[in-house]
């Protein structure tokens, strides 16, 4: 049974996947592990948190992102940094739902509290996923299959 927010919205939809990180490398990496992937999903990058907020928000504060979408969030970054990026959207009515796993080199215990402090899904190293970045494609399509996004 979906739940009560979701009847109005079509839950065979597209998963819109926005990664923001400015690591060219890496942005590659989840590029081409997505378009190798059985995945259903549209990916946007963003290289760091000021530039994603201008492809999330309009002029008029409107989201401009369809749902469903998952964010992956790297925190270093230059301009504004994940937490910086994390601390606008929870504040923003439109984007305080979104479901962001951060996507990141830290494995600092600091930085995973201080992460989940902001109601991420996930915290996912760099370093276990490097090897073999399908192991994130088939997460975020297994993670989409089974959970009911907040629309």
């Known amino acids: 049974m979906k739940s009560s927010f979701c009847t109005d919205i079509d ?10 990180d400015d690591d060219q490398v890496d942005q590659e ?3 081409r592990a997505l378009d190798a992937s059985t995945f259903d999903c549209s990916l946007t990058i963003a290289s760091n948190g000021l530039e994603a907020l201008d492809i999330l928000r309009a002029p008029d504060g409107i989201m401009t992102m369809d749902r469903p979408l998952l964010i992956l969030l ?3 970054m230059p301009k504004m940094n994940g937490f910086e990026f994390l601390s606008e ?10 479901v962001v796993f951060v996507l990141s080199t830290s494995r600092r215990d600091e930085d995973v509290l201080r992460s989940y402090e902001y109601r991420v899904a996930g915290f996912l ?13 088939n997460f975020l399509q297994s993670y989409a299959n089974l959970v009911d996004f907040p629309f």
């Not at 959207?89 to 979104?98: F, H, Q, T, Y």
């Open 29 to 31: 990496a989840v590029r």
């Open 74 to 76: 790297d925190l270093n």
């Open 125 to 137: 190293s760099k370093d276990t996923i490097a090897a073999d970045f399908s192991l994130l494609a």
């Open 89 to 98: 959207i929870r504040a923003d009515p439109e984007l305080e739902s979104a």
């Open 11 to 20: 839950v065979s939809a597209q998963t819109n996947v926005l990664l923001v």
